[in-house]
């Protein structure tokens, strides 16, 4: 199985702060890798598929990057609503993997 | 408009065999590069994937829950069945079912069912 590792584990942060969370994946992936965004109680949403791609109707303040094994997910002036966890996902080889989760929290 | 909704039990003993049901609609299991798989998450704890079937009736199966689990799809009646044997406390989570098209990635997900395992 291809592991995933996100880090950090948990963020605080201001609004207006710019946030980057880090997903390594245990092999290479190329760039097949998504990010969900999930807030308590809710199912998660797909933010950023095929590394940095926006999901339809997510705002241009989150950003993707990275190849190979290191992605990056980056929010580049936090706003309210952007509190939550956040997941990657490996989606080249089965079976699918997600990281650990990132929670951003209010500092 | 595509939605899912998951449906089952919400409490299962220790040793019984759990079956969820994923009831969808917008979409069609027989349309080629669709897939409809399973994903859970253990109360405070990370996302695990579990199964997908796929419009031409292959499937992928967790290995690590492979002697445990069958997926099934009636294309008919919009459904997706997960079935997992032999439940345990630790199977205690939130059981997803979402939509995939083409890709391994899911844009469109059901709201999610709390499944406790406890006697």
């Known amino acids: 199985d291809i592991q995933m590792t996100q880090f950090p584990s948990s963020v605080s942060a201001s609004v207006g702060d710019r946030v980057t969370i880090t997903c390594r994946a245990s092999?290479?992936?190329?760039?097949?890798l998504a990010w969900y965004q999930q807030k308590p109680g809710k199912a998660p949403d797909l933010l950023i598929y095929a590394t940095s791609v926006l999901q339809s109707g997510v705002p241009s303040r989150f950003s993707g990057s990275g190849s190979g094994t290191d992605f990056t997910l980056t929010i580049s002036s936090l706003q309210p609503e952007d509190f939550a966890t956040y997941y990657c996902?490996?989606?080249?080889?089965?079976?699918?993997?997600f990281g650990g989760g990132t929670k951003v929290h209010i500092k | 408009q595509i939605t899912l909704k998951e449906s089952g039990p919400t409490l299962v003993k220790p040793t019984q065999t759990l079956t969820l049901t994923c009831t969808f609609s917008g979409f069609s299991l027989s349309t080629s590069g669709v897939g409809v798989g399973w994903i859970r998450q253990p109360p405070g704890k990370a996302l695990e994937w579990l199964a997908v079937?796929?419009?031409?009736?292959?499937?992928r199966l967790s290995p690590s829950l492979k002697n445990r689990l069958t997926i099934a799809k009636d294309t008919s009646k919009n459904q997706v069945v997960i079935s997992m044997t032999n439940m345990d406390p630790l199977d205690t989570a939130t059981y997803y079912c979402?939509?995939?098209?083409?890709?391994?990635?899911?844009?469109?997900w059901g709201q999610g069912t709390l499944v406790t395992v406890s006697s």
């Open positions: 996902q490996q989606s080249i080889d089965f079976p699918l993997t």
């Open positions: 979402a939509h995939r098209y083409r890709t391994n990635w899911y844009t469109y």
């Open positions: 092999e290479g992936i190329g760039t097949w």
């Open positions: 079937v796929f419009w031409d009736d292959d499937e």
